[in-house]
């Protein structure tokens, strides 16, 4: 029995579907393999948080899975898995995959786009279930994780509304992630941040400011995959995959909750 997965299942009920590290292997395998896309002729394109608690060499990560399948990858993802790689990155990495050379002719290399927000959940010493909370290798206290969620719900919670949160200018642009993040948040999601504040249970908080997260990071990547499609048509010519859903990051090995698996 994997109680940490039945949580996840029951916490996000039909939203995705809560599987283990290795399940979500078979299943990404199988259906991209399905579709023609192999460790020969296509590249990974990871929109991860840089936390290095998804690819810690102690911890099994789906992160360290994939990678490790599908011959590293191109990252784009910067705090709370944002793609500050943005179009620019993308079409670096159009560039990097290996050719197909599978059938007769030499075709364009594929990519395949790993997107995943991430979220701990850790057993206090009562047995409790704490969600946006792990306890890290080598350490003794409980942190947050994703620390830019967790950190940004904090400071929310704290002014009350969306409406008077203020976003702390950058003037030396030292914190470019955290801008673009808090602007989207609160310029483009503010109806859905209000519903979060209003949850009173806290664990289906951080639950739904995940899925929120993951939406925000996933319609920006589909917005920078549009743009670069139509930038580099002459150019690109493989295919695309796209893969979502939320690391759960747990004692004994990561989770997953798959939203999607699809081929704009
Ligand atoms: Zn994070």
């Not at 995959?225 to 939320?246: M, T």
Request: aromatic share 8%; glycine share 10%; net charge negative.
């Amino acid at each position: 029995m994997d109680k940490l997965l039945d949580s996840s299942k029951k916490s996000f009920g039909d939203w995705g579907t809560a599987l283990s590290t290795n399940d979500l292997m078979l299943n990404i395998r199988k259906n991209l393999s399905d579709n023609g896309f192999q460790k020969g002729n296509s590249r990974l394109v990871f929109s991860v948080c840089p936390d290095d608690v998804n690819r810690l060499e102690e911890i099994d990560t789906v992160e360290n899975s994939i990678t490790k399948k599908y011959n590293g990858e191109f990252h784009l993802g910067g705090l709370g898995a944002y793609p500050m790689g943005g179009v620019s990155g993308i079409i670096a990495a159009s560039h990097h995959p290996p050719e197909d050379t599978m059938g007769d002719d030499h075709k364009h290399g594929n990519l395949i786009f790993f997107v995943s927000p991430h979220m701990g959940i850790a057993i206090d010493d009562a047995g409790n279930e704490l969600y946006g909370k792990i306890l890290r290798p080598g350490q003794t206290k409980l942190t947050n994780s994703c620390g830019a969620m967790m950190g940004f719900l904090v400071a929310l919670k704290e002014c009350g509304s969306p409406e008077a949160f203020t976003i702390a200018a950058d003037t030396t642009n030292t914190d470019p992630t955290r801008i673009a993040l808090h602007y989207e948040l609160i310029n483009n999601y503010s109806d859905r941040l209000k519903a979060i504040l209003s949850v009173e249970n806290s664990n289906q908080q951080v639950v739904d400011l995940f899925k929120l997260n993951y939406d925000v990071v996933m319609n920006k990547i589909n917005q920078m995959i549009n743009i670069f499609l139509e930038k580099e048509k002459e150019h690109f010519k493989g295919k695309i995959a796209l893969i979502g859903g939320i690391i759960i990051n747990v004692p004994g090995g990561d989770r997953f909750v798959l939203k999607e698996i699809s081929y704009p």
